[in-house]
């Protein structure tokens, strides 16, 4: 088995989500997916919804998360802050389904500008479709 020596933690505003040891944490940054491996330098990126997944070699774990940031410390701890999180076990599959529904066809309507609501809503879209993405990844649902 691998190591598991990146320590994880995950918190949102409502408080921690996970706190994990692992080989490696695959994350859906604002310009794309990339991986965190042992020693990796330390850095600071967005993160956009979508699927944050805990290792690689040893058990995976995946959890939905909405938008913010991901951060290598120096000693190599990683810390995910993001507005929601959600492990895959926790996601209603028919409560996501049917808000990314009504967001798409709220979406598909808009004729409006392209303001704070029209914003809020493909936030909410995002939200719905990283949960959903989150249980076909893993399996689950």
Not at 16 to 36: H, K, S, Y
Not at 41 to 51: M, N, R, Y
């Amino acid at each position: 088995m691998a190591s598991e020596s990146i320590s994880v933690h995950l918190v949102t505003p409502q408080g921690p989500i996970a706190d994990e040891m692992t080989d490696a944490v695959l994350a859906p940054g604002r310009l794309g997916q990339f991986e965190i491996l042992e020693g990796h330098v330390p850095f600071l990126s967005e993160l956009h919804a979508g699927v944050l997944t805990f290792g690689e070699a040893t058990e995976k774990k995946y959890y939905a998360v909405g938008p913010g940031f991901l951060e290598v410390e120096p000693n190599g701890v990683v810390q995910v802050l993001c507005e929601q999180a959600q492990a895959s076990d926790d996601i209603d599959k028919e409560a996501a389904t049917a808000d990314r529904d009504e967001r798409q066809e709220k979406l598909s309507k808009w004729e409006g500008a392209l303001d704070a609501e029209y914003r809020t809503l493909k936030t909410e879209l995002d939200w719905a479709e990283a949960r959903l993405d989150t249980l076909k990844i893993s399996g689950g649902n």
